[in-house]
Every structure is written in structure tokens, then in C-alpha cells.
């Protein structure tokens, strides 16, 4: 247990070193000063206007505002997954930082799970800090709070999970920069299956819908970002319900208990096929 301490908190400060954390402090900065002006102005509006019959436009104001800083916070909190594990094996082997980690009676499972615990202990933090902090100025600029408060934010950083167990395992057969750009596309692909989801639903095509949804499982951080969205909105009907299920950044697909379990058990099959490949490779 203390020799995966030890390796975690090698993985954090070489992470310092490299300024990762400057970098992601600055993005967080920005995105949140822009939310909150986006909020500003996007309230005073909808205090001024006269809905159509039917929408709550402080609810749905809200509920968008919201919904897309969660994008946001899952987007941030990816980059910083990927920043802290994308060069865990082969660019760590590459400098020679890690073959003195890997001896009796560590291991290098040992290693691979140490590095894990480490940007779980960073990133988990920062996402809920990050989604607890959108809340509020949305919350203190339109009054407006989600209908669940807590499960959305621990899906979101589990989301993350998802993606830092993934880069791990990447960065077992790819070069730090392969693995980083890899892992971008593999984001960028399950957020564009969500958003054919979203089309599909609209133009009532159950075979573009079904197709999302097992992308969506297949790489479930983007399950459990939809199954966010639905919790957020999870009492709000009528027409404003109906066009925030539209998406991208209201309601969405429903998840659950089945969606959570699924997770935990991609997670350890994730794990394994990275310990066995890192058993494989030769240093």
C-alpha cells in the first residue's frame, strides 16, 4: 500500500512538472468566468420575454445553461485524465522513469493501479468541485437548480474514470502522443454517437437510435453523460420537458442502476487487458 502511494504521488508531482495543472487551472478559469457571463446576460433576457403557452423559459433556460456546462466540466475533466496517464507506460519507459518502479515487489500491476488511484484522487475532486460551482451561479443567477443535485456530478466523474482507465490502457501499446490523440478521437466519437441519438429521436428513427445507444455503451462515459442529462430534468414535463429530452444539452437517455453496474464492470475488464498487455511488454 505505501509503495502505491509512493507511485502516485511520483505520477502528481511529475505532472507538476510538467505544468499540466497550470494549463487546466487557466482553461477552468476561463470556462467559468464565460458561464457566468452567459448566464448574466441569458437571464436578464428571459426576464424580459413572454414564452410561448406551455415552456417554462426559466426552467428551460436553465436546464441548457446547465446542461452544457456539463459538457464543459466532462470536457475538462478528460483533458486532465488524459494529461495525467497518456504517457503512464511506453512514455514513461522512454525517458526511463519506470523500470526502476517495476521491480520486486511492486510489479507492474501494482504501478498501473497506483497511477490509476492517483488521477482518480485529482481528477474525481476537480470535477465535482467544477460541477458543484456551475450549479451555483446558475443557481444564484436564475434561481433555477436541477432536479437531482448529487448522481449527476459522480456520473460525470465517473465519466472521467472511464477515460483515464482507457488512456492507461492506450498508453500500454502507444507512444504518449498517439495514445493522446487516440483517446480525443475515442471522446470525440462517443459524443458525436450522443448527438445522433439526440437526431434520431427527432426524426423517429429507431435504427439510428439503437446504433447510438450501443455506441454509447461501448464507451460509457458518454452513457453516463446522457444518463446525467436525464437526471437534471428528471421532474420537469410538459413542453418544456419534451424539448429539453431534444438535447443536446437538456434531458436525454435514461441509464440507471443497470448503466452504473455496467461501468464498474468496464472498468475491470479495462484494468485487466491493461495489466496483462503491460505484462507483455518488454521495457
Not at 502528481?12 to 487557466?26: D, G, S, Y
Request: proline share 3%; aromatic share 10%.
Amino acid at each position: 500500500m505505501t509503495a502505491a502511494l509512493t507511485i502516485a504521488g511520483y505520477g502528481l508531482r511529475e505532472a507538476l512538472r510538467r505544468k499540466v495543472f497550470v494549463v487546466v487551472c487557466l482553461l477552468t478559469v476561463a470556462f467559468v468566468i464565460l458561464y457566468w457571463i452567459g448566464n448574466r446576460y441569458t437571464f436578464r433576457h428571459v426576464a424580459d420575454i413572454v414564452p410561448p403557452a406551455g415552456i417554462d423559459a426559466q426552467a428551460f433556460a436553465g436546464a441548457f445553461l446547465f446542461g452544457m456546462a456539463m459538457f464543459g466540466t466532462l470536457f475538462l475533466g478528460t483533458v486532465l485524465a488524459i494529461f495525467l496517464t497518456l504517457g503512464v507506460v511506453r512514455g514513461d519507459a522512454e525517458r526511463g522513469l519506470l523500470q526502476p518502479l517495476v521491480v520486486r515487489p511492486v510489479g507492474r500491476g501494482a504501478v498501473l493501479v497506483a497511477r490509476f488511484l492517483g488521477a482518480a484522487a485529482v481528477c474525481v475532486p476537480y470535477v465535482l468541485v467544477l460541477y458543484f460551482a456551475t450549479m451555483g451561479l446558475t443557481g444564484a443567477e436564475g434561481g433555477w437548480w436541477p432536479d437531482r443535485i448529487v448522481t449527476p456530478g459522480l456520473e460525470l466523474a465517473g465519466g472521467v474514470l472511464v477515460v483515464a482507465a482507457l488512456s492507461l490502457l492506450g498508453s500500454v501499446f502507444l507512444s504518449s502522443i498517439a495514445n493522446g490523440i487516440a483517446i480525443f478521437m475515442i471522446f470525440g466519437g462517443g459524443l458525436v454517437a450522443g448527438l445522433l441519438g439526440n437526431i434520431g429521436h427527432v426524426l423517429n428513427s429507431h435504427g439510428l437510435v439503437h446504433a447510438a445507444k450501443i455506441a454509447a455503451w461501448a464507451m460509457p462515459f458518454e452513457a453516463l453523460y446522457q444518463d446525467a442529462l436525464r437526471e437534471i430534468t428528471q421532474n420537469t414535463s410538459g413542453l418544456t420537458g419534451f424539448l429539453l429530452r431534444l438535447g443536446p444539452f437538456g434531458g436525454a437517455e435514461q441509464g440507471g442502476v443497470a448503466l452504473r453496474l455496467w461501468v464498474l464492470a468496464y472498468l475491470a475488464i479495462v484494468g485487466a487487458l491493461a495489466v496483462a498487455g503491460f505484462a507483455r511488454r518488454d521495457l
